[in-house]
């Protein structure tokens, strides 16, 4: 059996591989574009495994996707792929327009094509699971409910509207077409292989560089935070028990404001990696606010542990733990980043990648 993963070179897609074929033996075909977010670097221990396939390829180029699904016969399709920093989408909306709706569109009209030839039991357990994101919902105020999966859709960036499309365009998949979808909308990951643009990962390496550490408007936006493990192990078991139709919120039951997530990795860098210039918080500046910022999002993770028996094993305390001594264990891998040599990884390191079909 084999699963085919789009933007497994990324943060989460690239953790749920690494995942996968820790605790499975099925078959990974990994299509990733590599834009500045993909880091083939992250997949270093499985790029010789045979139950890994990388190919680098764009989710928009439909007869690539035709081929690998026709050459890999999946039975699941997990679909990460996707321009994910709303800072980079205020500045440049149009790639996050081509990728997650356009990307998106090519992959169902993909998996309908190669679904509707299945047969029998092949066509039954078929699932295209879609990952998308709780910033679809909008904005919280401080003592609205949590969003359930009922919640209207009210995105306000770029990002978020693009993802919210993309949604809407895998419902309509299902509903037409009875393509067996399932979609996830989960709250901000952190943990091992971030890209440090987003808020975590920007603050362990700048506290560390010595470095200022931005923190936007008043810092008292509020997100909920979710290990990226327990999010893979949530994505593992939609995949398993999901229904076909339905949407599944993940969480991490962890809402906290920005400036606390800030304080909190300065603590812990306080206590790991004492600076000889004093406490890391010294290094925290207030700085404009990024337009349309929305204040709070807060996920009623409720429904995925009623139904699928999934919720995170990792607390806050925990999870964040892990993250910043993950980060001063992986100064090669933060190095590579910052430098750009990740970026020459490919050619350097692993000269016979393709797995696309001739
Ligand atoms: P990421 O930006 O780290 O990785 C995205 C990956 O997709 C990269 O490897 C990139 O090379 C690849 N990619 C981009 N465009 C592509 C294309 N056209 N064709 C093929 N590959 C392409 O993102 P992430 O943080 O790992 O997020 C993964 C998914 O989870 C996204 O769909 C995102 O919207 C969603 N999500 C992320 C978070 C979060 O906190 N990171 C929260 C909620 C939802
Ligand atoms: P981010 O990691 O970009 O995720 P998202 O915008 O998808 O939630 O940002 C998380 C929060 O941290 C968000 O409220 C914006 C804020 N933030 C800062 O205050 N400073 C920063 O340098 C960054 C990158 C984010």
Redesign the pocket.
Known sequence: MTILVTGGAGFIGANFVLDWLAVGDERVVNLDKLTYAGNLKTLAGVLEDPRHVFVQGDICDRGLVDGLLVQHQPRAIVHFAAES???RSIHGPGEFVRTNVEGTFTLLEAARAYWGRLEGDASADFRFLHVSTD?VYGSLEAHDAPFTEQHPYQPNSP?SASKAASDHLVRAWFHTYGLPVVTTNCS?NYGPYQFP????P?MIVNALAGREL???GD?R?V?DWLYVGDHCAAIRRVLEAGVPGETYNVGGWNEMA?IEIVETVCRLLDALRPSELGPYGRLVRFVTD?PG??RR?AIDARKIERELGWRPKETFETGIRKTVEWYLSHTDWVVDVQSGAYRDWLSTHYGRHSGAPA
């Open positions: 920093h709303v800072d910033e990002y901000n643009e987003k808020l975590i920007l931005p923190v936007y810092g936006n997100r920005n990024r910022h929305d999002y």
